[in-house]
């Protein structure tokens, strides 16, 4: 089993806890960003730099994912197409996707959609707090554990 990481967007903070578990666990943990970035110089994390592009890391990590890696992600059409290639999605804020709650947080992410196509600011996410930060760190961990 593996992590991939859609990297772009992903909290330093996230990233920090993946580099501690795969240190911890020697799990494969693959940071895919159409960015440089700097990772910890191990055998088992690597960095795969996609071009610039709409939907260019997330295609390559789709293209890449077995059944059962895990998919560190905030966006939901990506977390979807995870599932159903019976993969595993967590966003970083800590939470889980599940094939139950997918559907409606598609649906719901397309109503925000249109709003803000019809000029309605529908602000935008939290900042991370340490509860998200937990509740992520839990998810990871039973997953790992259960690998």
Not at 73 to 93: C, F, H, M, S, W
Request: net charge neutral.
């Amino acid at each position: 089993m593996k992590i991939w990481v859609d990297a772009d967007a992903c909290p330093g903070v996230i990233k920090n806890i993946l580099f501690k578990a795969a240190d911890r666990t020697r799990v494969e943990l693959t940071m895919v960003a159409n960015h440089p970035m700097k990772i910890p110089q191990r055998n088992y994390i690597t960095f795969l730099r996609v071009s610039t592009g709409f939907d260019e890391a997330d295609n390559r990590i789709l293209e890449l994912l077995d059944a059962g890696d895990l998919v560190i992600t905030a966006d939901i059409p990506l977390a979807a197409q995870v599932l159903e290639k019976e993969g595993y999605a967590l966003n970083p804020r800590g939470h889980l996707y599940s094939n139950k709650s997918i559907q409606e947080q598609l649906r719901m992410r397309a109503f925000k959609e249109s709003l803000r196509d019809s000029g309605v600011d529908t602000g935008g996410p939290a900042p991370m707090n340490q509860k998200n930060t937990s509740k992520f760190a839990n998810h990871l961990n039973k997953w790992l554990s259960d690998i």
